[in-house]
């Protein structure tokens, strides 16, 4: 397809006010898009092209299945063009990789036959019984392809629901992108990349990364967070380890004399001299670059602390 731009043999559609970026084909995965202007020459190379790549790669086009779809092209003109393709002709609006294509995205209905579709597969799973891991990888299935439209149904840990409903909940200005935009870059406690995103490593189990994710998100229910929802009393915020302190996340995986004491023999292990910090974020970061260790050092750090998080 480049070659055939280059050669003037294809011309791509242009996109922007004056045209100024061209596009010829897009592709996912095994699915491929041909975009051109309304012309016969266009019509011929692209059965030329297509035949081409059946030569290099030894794979066969089902032009059976394909479609040759116009936009403000006639019917008639349409049906020439497709029968040289020797495919269908299809219309706007047509769906392409589970979405509707040409349609208005603003409107509820226009996800409507997605959302069905989604409903439909997933009629037979009962996520009740699914473990962290399980549910991660049904988030994964589901998100990539209606991120934005499922985004504010979206369960989160308790302190994001606050901030959610504050963005909803305004009184005044009601919610906005721009009130948005300022919690989001004013807030106390940034949301680096490094500190959340991090917990994502090929060589860790599932539901060990999702449980590390959780944990800095102050998203597990330790007897602080149950308190400030009022399920427990106020009296009853004891750590279980029975050290006598207050149980909150960084005491519980740090501070705790009964379970913070692991950290002291990981380091006795890697024959290292620390200091543990007293926030489990900055424990997290500053974990694998520890007494200058060298940089190839570092994802076998971060591996150590996701799953001894885990086992405490």
Known sequence: MQALVGADLFCGYGVGRLGEVR?????????????????????????????????????????????????????????KAASVMNCRTGSITFVYLGLPIGGDVWKLIFWKPVIDRIVAHLSSWNNKFLSFGGRLILLKFVMPSLLFTFFPFSRLPHDHVHDKWRWLLDPIHGYSVRGT???LTTSAEPMGRSTIDDVWHKQIPSKVSLFAWCLLRNGHPTKDSLLRRRVLQPNDNLCVGGCGDAETMDHLFLGCGIFGIIWFLVWQWLRISSVSFGVLRDHFVQFPHMAGMPRFSHSFLKVIWLDYVYVI
Not at 28 to 48: H, P, Q, Y
Request: charged fraction near 20%; charge should be negative; proline fraction near 0%.
């Open 23 to 79: 596009l010829s084909h897009l592709q996912f995965e095994d699915d491929t898009l041909i975009i051109g202007e309304k012309s016969w020459l266009n019509v011929r190379s692209m059965r030329a092209v297509l035949l081409l790549f059946e030569e290099v790669s030894e794979l066969k086009v089902n032009f059976h299945k394909s479609l040759l779809t116009g936009v403000n092209v006639s019917d008639t003109w349409l049906s």
């Open 181 to 183: 935009y300022h919690l």
